[in-house]
């Protein structure tokens, strides 16, 4: 009843459990290298992917494996599921969100079929990419770890 007088979490939260890598091992240049921003990854054992933070979609892509979010500090990420998902035009792929979008982390934002993408080849790695205000470079402790989803990996 209350929840429109709580503060937005400021926290960083894993989107997925599975194993947290740095960005730099994920296996595509373009978010390797950091060209898109730093952040950090998680290899997925499960199939649905939440938001890592509390804030507001700013885009979800029609190919439905990324969503833009900003939160209220100005913090803006870009959530990105799989390696080459794009490609796929979405098939395997829901969306379960919609630009302008409230988000709290933890809320589930895309689900995706896992035997389809192993059939397809397709890497499920996903990335949280910090696009803007965000200076510092990423550096968990959970790096090679199994983190869970909605763990909180940065405060």
């Known amino acids: 009843m209350f929840r429109i007088f709580k503060k937005e979490s400021t926290n960083i939260c894993s989107p997925v459990k599975g194993t947290c890598i740095p960005i730099t091992e994920v296996k595509d240049q373009v978010f390797s ?11 997925p054992e499960k199939n649905v992917v939440c938001s890592p933070i509390d804030g ?14 900003r939160r209220k500090d100005g913090l803006e990420i870009l959530l990105h599921v799989g390696l080459d998902t794009v490609n796929l035009n979405g098939q395997g792929l829901k969306l379960l969100v919609k630009s302008g979008a409230r988000v709290k982390a933890g809320d589930a934002l895309i689900e995706y079929d896992a035997e389809y993408m192993e059939k397809q080849g ?3 790695t996903t990335m949280v990419i910090f696009t803007s205000g965000f200076d510092q470079e990423v550096h968990l402790k959970q790096y090679g770890q199994t983190v869970e989803t909605g763990e ?4």
């Open 122 to 124: 397709i890497d499920m």
């Open 56 to 69: 507001e979609i700013t885009m979800a892509a029609d190919t439905k494996q990324a969503v833009g979010m």
């Open 152 to 155: 909180v990996l940065m405060e």
């Open 33 to 43: 290298s950091k060209m898109m921003g730093d952040g950090f990854a998680v290899i």
